[in-house]
């Protein structure tokens, strides 16, 4: 399946965005007592997942397939963006786990798509 290359920033955010709902709704079940431990577990279970998820979006390029470190680097500055995003969400909603991975969701799409759009972080070969 080839994929446009113009869209792939926005495959990643979108992407993104349900693996961090899902992601902070596990690392609240494991480690809901301690925001830091909680934004950690949060971001590890993010990275394994959206490692996958971000190897196959950035490999079905239509052309030219991103390098691999490029794809590397993009999966490891998203799971530093959730970190930050699940500390803020944890911050705004923490009694609540539905909300905070809302919370948590909507703060990772803002801040990574404004990386992948203005290019500080590029996603495409």
Same mark, same amino acid.
């Given at each position: ?24 709704? =596990? ?14 577990? $949060? ?7 959206? &490692? ?26 998203? *799971? ?7 500390? =803020? ?5 923490? &009694? ?7 919370? $948590? &969701? ?12 203005? *290019? =500080? ?5």
């Amino acid at each position: 399946m080839d994929l446009d290359p113009d869209l792939i920033p926005l495959y990643l955010v979108l992407a993104g965005f349900v693996v961090v709902l899902i992601s902070d709704l =596990i690392g609240n079940t494991i480690a809901f007592s301690n925001r830091l431990v909680n934004a950690v577990v $949060t971001g590890v279970v993010f990275t394994i997942i959206f &490692g996958g998820i971000a190897w196959y979006i950035l490999n079905n390029v239509t052309e030219n397939p991103v390098p691999q470190s490029q794809a590397i680097l993009v999966v490891l500055f998203g *799971g530093v963006v959730v970190v930050i995003s699940d500390l =803020i969400g944890n911050s705004i909603a923490f &009694g609540n786990r539905i909300v905070n991975a809302l919370v $948590t &969701g909507t703060v990772f799409a803002v801040i990574f798509g404004a990386i992948l759009f203005y *290019g =500080i972080l590029p996603a495409s070969a």
